[in-house]
């Protein structure tokens, strides 16, 4: 019999391509969205089941006609807000924080083997050098604060109750069929374009990884026989680190087009200067290694959006 597998916020673009490879390897899929509608902006496969629901609402949850016998959830879900409190929408709390709470207390704990939480690099704060998972975090918004909660409530689980739970703290991700608002896809698609567009002074170091990586990390985790992994954060690096504007000049160089303004957008609090790690950890347990470059990664995002 299949595995069966939840993937919270499975038509977003990270959650859409962690469903797709799983249904690729053989699990039976069901994803579970914030509204039910026809759009399906990330190709999802359409073999896997699609349910709604607002997972801030325990009593919204206990009405879906499923039985929650899962053995493995991928948790990718909620409002992708990076704004500071006093401008942003309660909502962005309660989808990460209250949505994994109530997610948690739905579960079968007998059927459960995995769950793989995916929190965030920003997590971490305003960096001075590379991060590491034993870092205390220094959140700046909202966002930032519920991944950070979400972490710390799953990792008393497993140390009061041996819950299951890993978090992967993927650094920015990129790839093909990412929206286009999102800072990788702006700059293809303005260079493509050959359009003039806005950005800061581009000073702020990033590291990039490709969406197939981090999927490719997931793989290996529900794949492997380690025992010792549970309650674990693993920081999600490339080794591919560049600043905006270097990101930007690398597109152009591929391109040969595009009009990039420097300095015509003000900096935000909230826009890290420095983001990238210095963690092993993914191949002190693993022996796992990111394999695309960001000139590989670039590549195929130009082709896919040409």
């Not at 796992?288 to 470059?293: D, E, N, V």
């Amino acid at each position: 019999m299949n595995q069966k597998a939840l993937v919270l916020g499975g038509t977003g673009f990270i959650g859409s391509h962690i469903a797709n490879n799983l249904i690729a390897n053989g699990y039976n899929v069901t994803v579970l969205r914030r509204h039910l509608d026809k759009s399906n902006f990330y190709n999802l496969d359409t073999s896997c089941r699609i349910i709604a629901s607002s997972i801030q609402s325990e009593q919204e949850l206990q009405k879906l006609s499923i039985q929650w016998d899962f053995n493995i959830v991928i948790n990718s879900c909620g409002y992708g807000d990076h704004t500071l409190f006093s401008n942003t929408s309660y909502d962005v709390i309660g989808s990460h924080l209250l949505g994994t709470i109530n997610i948690v207390k739905m579960l079968n704990r007998h059927s459960l083997k995995k769950y793989i939480h995916i929190g965030s690099s920003e997590e971490y704060g305003q960096l001075q050098n590379p991060s590491s998972e034993l870092l205390r975090e220094a959140p700046l918004t909202p966002y930032a604060f519920a991944k950070t909660a979400s972490t710390h409530f799953l990792q008393m689980l497993f140390r009061s109750e041996e819950f299951p739970a890993i978090i992967l703290r993927p650094f920015l991700v990129y790839g093909e069929n990412q929206f286009p608002s999102k800072l990788v896809p702006y700059v293809v698609d303005s260079c493509l374009q050959d359009r003039d567009f806005e950005l800061t002074f581009g000073d702020q170091y990033r590291e990039f990884i490709h969406i197939d990586d981090l999927v490719e990390v997931v793989n290996i985790i529900l794949k492997s026989d380690y025992k010792n992994n549970n309650g674990k954060i693993y920081d999600v690096c490339s080794g591919n680190v560049l600043t905006v504007s270097g990101l930007v000049h690398l597109v152009q160089d591929i391109v040969e087009k595009g009009n990039p303004k420097f300095g015509a957008r003000k900096r935000l609090i909230s826009d890290l200067s420095l983001l990238y790690s210095g963690s092993s950890n993914l191949f002190d347990d693993y022996s796992w290694r990111a394999k695309i470059s960001i000139e590989e990664g670039i590549r195929r995002m130009i082709k896919s959006r040409s």
